[in-house]
C-alpha cells in the first residue's frame, strides 16, 4: 500500500496549487474527488467545439502579481474582459455601474449630472449601512437598485435585501466613467484553451481516485497519508455537530443552439423578480469563438438541500457564527488543514483561494 504525505479531499484550485507546490518539494499526494472528474467549480467540459463552463462563468481576474505570474506559467490567458449586460424587462443596460448605465437610466450625460441625481436619492440612507438595501442605494440610489440590484439578488440569495451582508453587494465598481469592464483587477483573461489545461498541470504527477467520497471512508484514506487537505464543506467534516451551515446552491441548463451568435456577449444577467434563471451565459464569447452553433447556460439559483452542490457558502451573521465553532474545533486538529471556498466558507474568487493555497503550502512545506 502506497503511503502520501498529503491526502487531498478535493480537486479545485485549492488542492490543486498545494499540490503543485508539494510535489515541487518532493511530496507524493493522493487527491479523492467525488465528482467523476477533478477541477473542482472551474472543469470545463467540451461541446461543439466550445469551452463550456459547467459549474458557471468563470474570469479570472487579480490584482496580485504574484498569483498572476502563477497562472501565466501553467497557461496563456486572452484578452477577454468581462462585461455583462442586464436585461431588465427587455431594456438592456451595461454593468457595472458607470456612466453607460447611468445614462441609459436616465438619460445624461456628464457625471456631474449622474452624482446630482445618486446624491439626491441616497440620501433616504442615514449613517453607515447595515444591510444590503442600504448598501446598494447608498451606493447607486434607488432607481438602479429596484432594477438592477434587488430582483436579482432577492433571486439569487434566496431573501430580501434587508436580510443580507452589505459586503455583497461591494463586489462591485461603481464608476462615473464610461468603462463597462466589470473587475478594477491589474490582470485579467480567460486560459487560451480552457481551464482544464490549469487542472491538468497542477495536478500532473499525483495519484487521483474521482467518485469517491472521503467522508464515507474516512479512517481509511486518513491512514494512507501524513496530513489531509480538506476542502469540501467544514460542517460535513464534523457531521454537522453544531448544526448545517447554509449554501446556496444552482441548477444549470445548457443548450445547443443553431446560431453562432445568440446573445452577443457572454453573460447577460435577468435582473427583474419574475424571470426564474439570474443570467445566460453563451461560452464561446470568451474565447471568441467562431464555430458555426453556439452552446447557451441558462443559471437558477435554488437552496440547497442534501445530495446538492454548495457553491456559495452564505456570509450572514448565523451562519459566520455557526462557522466560527467549526473553525475553532478545525484550529485544534493537526494533521487536517481546511481550505477553500468550502473549507472555509468563505465567498472566495479564484485568486483569493489561489493565495490562500499558496500561503498554507507555504507554511507547510517551509518554502
Ligand atoms: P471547489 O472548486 O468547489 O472544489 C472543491 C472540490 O471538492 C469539488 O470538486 C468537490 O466535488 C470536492 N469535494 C467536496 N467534498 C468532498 C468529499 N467529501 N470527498 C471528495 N471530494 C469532495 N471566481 C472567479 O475568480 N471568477 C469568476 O468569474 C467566478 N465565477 C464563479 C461562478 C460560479 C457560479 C461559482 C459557483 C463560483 C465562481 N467563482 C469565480 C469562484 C470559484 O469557483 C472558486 O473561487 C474556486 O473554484 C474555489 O476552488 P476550491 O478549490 O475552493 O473549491
Ligand atoms: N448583483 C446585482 N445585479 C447584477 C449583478 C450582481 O444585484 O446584475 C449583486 C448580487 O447581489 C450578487 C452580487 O452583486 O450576488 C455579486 O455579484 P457577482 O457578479 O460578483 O456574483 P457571482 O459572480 O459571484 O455570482
Given at each position: 500500500m502506497s503511503r502520501y504525505d498529503y491526502v487531498l479531499v478535493g480537486s479545485g484550485l485549492y488542492a490543486g496549487v498545494f499540490a503543485y507546490l508539494a510535489k515541487q518539494a518532493g511530496k507524493k499526494c493522493l487527491v479523492v474527488e467525488k465528482r467523476n472528474h477533478i477541477g473542482g467549480n472551474i472543469y470545463c467540459r467540451e461541446e461543439e467545439g466550445i469551452h463550456v463552463h459547467e459549474y458557471g462563468a468563470h474570469i479570472f481576474h487579480t490584482s496580485n502579481?504574484?498569483?498572476?505570474?502563477?497562472?501565466?506559467?501553467?497557461?496563456?490567458?486572452?484578452?477577454?474582459?468581462?462585461?455583462?449586460?442586464?436585461?431588465?424587462?427587455?431594456?438592456?443596460?451595461?454593468?457595472?455601474?458607470?456612466?453607460?448605465?447611468?445614462?441609459?437610466?436616465?438619460?445624461?450625460?456628464?457625471?456631474?449630472?449622474?452624482?446630482?441625481?445618486?446624491?439626491?436619492?441616497?440620501?433616504?440612507?442615514?449613517?453607515?449601512?447595515?444591510?444590503?438595501?442600504?448598501?446598494?442605494?447608498?451606493?447607486?440610489?434607488?432607481?438602479?437598485?429596484?432594477?438592477?440590484?434587488?430582483?436579482?439578488?432577492?433571486?439569487?440569495?434566496?431573501?430580501?435585501?434587508?436580510?443580507?451582508?452589505?459586503?455583497?453587494?461591494?463586489?462591485?465598481?461603481?464608476?462615473?466613467?464610461?468603462?463597462?469592464?466589470?473587475?478594477?483587477?491589474?490582470?485579467?483573461?480567460?486560459?487560451?484553451?480552457?481551464?482544464n489545461v490549469i487542472i491538468e498541470k497542477l495536478f500532473q504527477g499525483c495519484h487521483i481516485k474521482t467518485n469517491t467520497d472521503?467522508?464515507?471512508?474516512?479512517?481509511?484514506?486518513?491512514?494512507?497519508?501524513?496530513?489531509?487537505?480538506?476542502?469540501?464543506?467544514?460542517?460535513?467534516?464534523?457531521?454537522?455537530?453544531?448544526?448545517?451551515?447554509?449554501?446556496?446552491?444552482?441548477?444549470?441548463?445548457?443548450?445547443?443552439?443553431?446560431?453562432?451568435?445568440?446573445?452577443?456577449?457572454?453573460?447577460?444577467?435577468?435582473?427583474?423578480?419574475?424571470?426564474?434563471?439570474?443570467?445566460?451565459?453563451?461560452?464561446?464569447?470568451?474565447?471568441?469563438?467562431a464555430q458555426e452553433k453556439t452552446v447557451i447556460t441558462r443559471e437558477y439559483p435554488v437552496s440547497w438541500q442534501d445530495g446538492m452542490e454548495p457553491y456559495y457558502p452564505v456570509n450572514d451573521e448565523r451562519n459566520q457564527n455557526l462557522y466560527c465553532k467549526y473553525a475553532a474545533l478545525a484550529e485544534k486538529e493537526e494533521n487536517v488543514i481546511f481550505g477553500g471556498r468550502l473549507g472555509e466558507y468563505k465567498y472566495y474568487d479564484m485568486d483569493k483561494v489561489i493565495e490562500s493555497a499558496m500561503a498554507a503550502a507555504k507554511a507547510e512545506l517551509g518554502i
Open positions: 502579481r504574484e498569483v498572476w505570474k502563477f497562472v501565466c506559467s501553467l497557461a496563456e490567458f486572452n484578452r477577454y474582459t468581462n462585461s455583462p449586460v442586464a436585461n431588465y424587462k427587455g431594456q438592456m443596460y451595461n454593468l457595472p455601474f458607470n456612466m453607460n448605465t447611468f445614462s441609459k437610466m436616465w438619460g445624461i450625460s456628464t457625471p456631474e449630472e449622474a452624482k446630482a441625481i445618486i446624491n439626491r436619492q441616497k440620501e433616504e440612507i442615514s449613517g453607515e449601512p447595515e444591510n444590503l438595501e442600504q448598501q446598494a442605494i447608498s451606493l447607486v440610489g434607488r432607481d438602479i437598485y429596484e432594477k438592477l440590484i434587488q430582483g436579482y439578488t432577492e433571486k439569487q440569495w434566496g431573501r430580501e435585501c434587508k436580510d443580507l451582508p452589505a459586503f455583497i453587494i461591494k463586489r462591485l465598481p461603481v464608476r462615473y466613467t464610461y468603462d463597462n469592464n466589470y473587475f478594477n483587477d491589474l490582470y485579467q483573461g480567460i486560459p487560451v484553451g480552457g481551464y472521503y467522508l464515507e471512508n474516512k479512517a481509511y484514506y486518513d491512514s494512507l497519508g501524513d496530513k489531509v487537505i480538506y476542502t469540501g464543506t467544514i460542517d460535513s467534516f464534523y457531521q454537522y455537530c453544531y448544526g448545517k451551515l447554509e449554501y446556496r446552491s444552482l441548477k444549470f441548463e445548457t443548450e445547443v443552439k443553431n446560431t453562432d451568435n445568440y446573445q452577443g456577449v457572454a453573460v447577460v444577467n435577468y435582473t427583474d423578480r419574475e424571470t426564474p434563471y439570474t443570467r445566460i451565459i453563451e461560452h464561446k464569447h470568451f474565447e471568441f469563438g
